[in-house]
T-cell receptor, first 113, second 111 residues
């Protein structure tokens, strides 16, 4: 597609349930990033993928968070046993390669009740 | 997580005024990016800077990549109401391949 696409745009889930958030990057972009943005806050780095290299997972806040990128394209961020503090907007971005400009999707607003 | 220092935190100005905001870091970066985020939207890229000392314009926006590679500023001239939003700087490269974001500057423009 023309831009980065994220789904769902909104997700409400019960505490303790697992959720999957999807990101479709811009076609041909080799780098993909996930960020978390809490209400009124800045962007917190979670993880990035670059080509076939091992992902940098250093920003994942706990072992309940994981992410995959299949076939170098679509990525899925999974949060297991969700907690209320996981409520935030989860943003995905892609870039043609590392160290070039990154373009963001509109985000998935996650609410854990 | 790691963040850049961005200032000011917020600005409340009259339409037509010029605006300046900046970012500083203790680390060097190879690339500086400036984004604008409106409510309910993802950040939108405004300007990308790739060389120390580079000065780049995009309409009423002008940004510079600091000569030390540890800072950048963004100027908006003749502000208009649709400039309202949160502006983020971001650094890339250098010691890290992560895209590191500033803390954001909230801009409010009164007509």
């Amino acid at each position: 597609g023309a831009g980065v696409s994220q789904s769902p745009s909104n997700k409400v889930t019960e505490k303790g349930k697992d959720v999957e958030l999807r990101c479709d990057p811009i076609s041909g972009h080799t780098a993909l990033y996930w960020y978390r943005q809490s209400l009124g806050q800045g962007l917190e780095f979670l993880i990035y993928f670059q080509g076939n290299s091992a992902p940098d997972k250093s920003g994942l806040p706990s072992d309940r968070f994981s992410a995959e990128r299949t076939g170098g394209s679509v990525s899925t961020l999974t949060i297991q046993r969700t907690q209320q503090e996981d409520s935030a907007v989860y943003l995905c971005a892609s870039s043609r390669q590392l160290n070039t400009e990154a373009f963001f999707g509109q985000g998935t607003r996650l609410t854990v009740v | 997580g790691q963040q850049l220092n961005q200032s000011p935190q917020s600005m409340f100005i009259q339409e037509g005024e010029d605006v300046s905001m900046n970012c500083t870091s203790s680390s060097i970066f190879n690339t500086w990016l400036w984004y604008k985020q409106e409510p309910g939207e993802g950040p939108v890229l405004l300007i990308a800077l790739y060389k120390a000392g580079e000065l780049t314009s995009n309409g009423r926006l002008t940004a510079q990549f600091g000569i030390t590679r540890k800072d950048s500023f963004l100027n908006i001239s003749a502000s208009i109401p649709s400039d309202v939003g949160i502006y983020f700087c971001a650094g890339l490269g250098g010691a890290t391949n992560k895209l590191i974001f500033g803390t954001g500057t909230l801009l409010a423009v009164q007509p």
